[in-house]
């Protein structure tokens, strides 16, 4: 079945970048998330991206997907303390189902 | 206000006392799905729904069963829980299946069984 890998944590500065990156393994995708988790909540969607394109970008968001490699990243800009949550990479399944990464943990430090 | 409802929020049970969690959306989505959260494995599939009446297993649907009787509502059942199904649960729901669709989550139930 389908095999989403990520980092499990990342720690930045408040005002830096951060990217997170995703591998995964089903190439037939036609849709791949992202979705935030903050603490003691549950995941709510944070964008989204069409397999025929390779970036997308939204307000500080930027999304990158290299089809070849499988191989997708999110990339916040100007990271505030307020994006600190778990980040799930999930790439849609065949049978139009979501396949979660473990998620990665990001860490703004003031 | 569009929203998936779990309840309970919070249980602890003992070891094969059945129990049901409740899951409801307020959309009119057809597709709905359980998950299951735990440290380390990230989100896990239980069960999914496409619409009344059809229902699928997802990657873990052992120890589970589903319902969907209506469109709205979509509980899970555990009719013996084990200590291994202590996690927190999440419901899931979306228009339609897959495509462009965003699943809507419910803030979860967190199941401990001792």
């Known amino acids: 079945g389908e095999d989403v890998e990520q980092s499990l944590f990342l720690s930045v500065r408040e005002g830096d970048s951060s990217v997170i990156n995703c591998t995964y393994t089903?190439?037939?995708?036609?849709?791949l998330y992202w979705y935030k988790q903050e603490p003691g909540a549950g995941l709510q969607l944070l964008t989204y991206?069409?397999?025929?394109?390779d970036m997308k970008q939204d307000q500080r968001l930027t999304v990158l997907l290299n089809k070849k490699d499988k191989h997708l990243s999110l990339r916040i800009a100007d990271t505030q303390t307020g994006d600190s949550a778990i980040y799930f990479c999930?790439?849609?399944?065949?049978?139009?189902?979501?396949?979660f990464g473990k998620g990665t943990k990001l860490s703004v430090k003031p | 206000e569009a929203q998936v409802t779990q309840n309970p929020r919070y249980l602890i049970t003992v070891t094969g006392k059945k129990l049901t969690v409740t899951c409801s959306q307020n959309?009119?989505?057809?597709?709905m799905s359980w998950y299951r959260q735990d440290p380390g494995l990230g989100l896990r599939q239980i069960y999914y729904?496409?619409?009344?009446?059809?229902?699928d297993k997802g990657d873990v649907p052992e120890g589970y069963k589903v319902s969907r009787k209506e469109k709205r509502n979509f509980p899970l059942i555990l009719e013996s829980p084990s200590p291994n199904q202590t996690s927190l649960y999440f419901c899931?729901?979306?228009?339609?299946?897959?495509?462009?669709?965003?699943?809507?989550f419910g803030p979860g139930t967190r199941l401990t069984v001792l």
């Open positions: 899931a729901s979306s228009l339609l299946a897959g495509g462009s669709n965003e699943q809507f």
């Open positions: 959309m009119n989505h057809e597709y």
């Open positions: 999930a790439p849609g399944g065949s049978q139009g189902n979501l396949i």
């Open positions: 089903d190439s037939s995708s036609t849709y």
């Open positions: 991206i069409f397999s025929n394109m």
């Open positions: 729904s496409m619409n009344v009446e059809v229902t």
